[in-house]
């Protein structure tokens, strides 16, 4: 089981990662590598003032990341990724490890929608589902963050796209207890 404050420190260190890699983001694409820091951002803000159930947090992450919508296919994958994990996110305090594959799992559906219907790329999202397979083989949450972080690493290698070095940088911030 894993708590929703837990989880809020899960966030709060993802965020983080990305934000702390602003120069790197920013040397592979100026604008977009911004927008990735934008996002993290609103991530670690909307974390900040949440309360509330997992479900809370999660609702309260999407709104905040889709306040800056309309600003590209790359704020479009990470509002079709918050939006998911928001959908299945349980509306309690603590979370199960099934609660977390199914919030991957829809996570993972609603940025596959959003791909075929033009509004994100397919970098980010071929790195997510690598992430996403990594967390359905594990046994625990725990190994699944990790695990989660590693394959997103490994992926990554395939593409030098600034939106799925974002999500790897995440990736790797949610592993961190």
Known sequence: MVSRDALAARLFHASV?????EQELVQMDAENGGL???????VSAAVAASDGSIKDLF?????????????????????AWFDGLA?????????????????????FADVSHALASGLCDVAPTDVLAVACV???ECDDELDGFDA???ASEEALSATPDV????????????SQA
Do not use: C, H, K, Y
């Not at 990662?17 to 890699?21: E, F, G, K, P, R």
């Open 134 to 136: 990594a967390v359905a």
């Open 36 to 42: 990735m820091v934008e996002v993290a951002s609103a």
């Open 87 to 107: 959908e299945a996110a349980p509306n309690e305090d603590e979370a199960d490890f099934e609660d977390l594959r199914a919030m991957f799992d829809e996570a």
């Open 17 to 21: 990662q990305v934000i702390t890699s």
């Open 59 to 79: 609702e309260d992450v999407a709104r905040a990341v889709a306040r800056i919508e309309g600003r590209g296919s790359s704020v479009a994958f990470w509002s």
């Open 163 to 174: 939106v799925a070095l974002s999500l790897v940088r995440f990736l790797r911030g949610m």
């Open 148 to 150: 989660a972080a590693d």
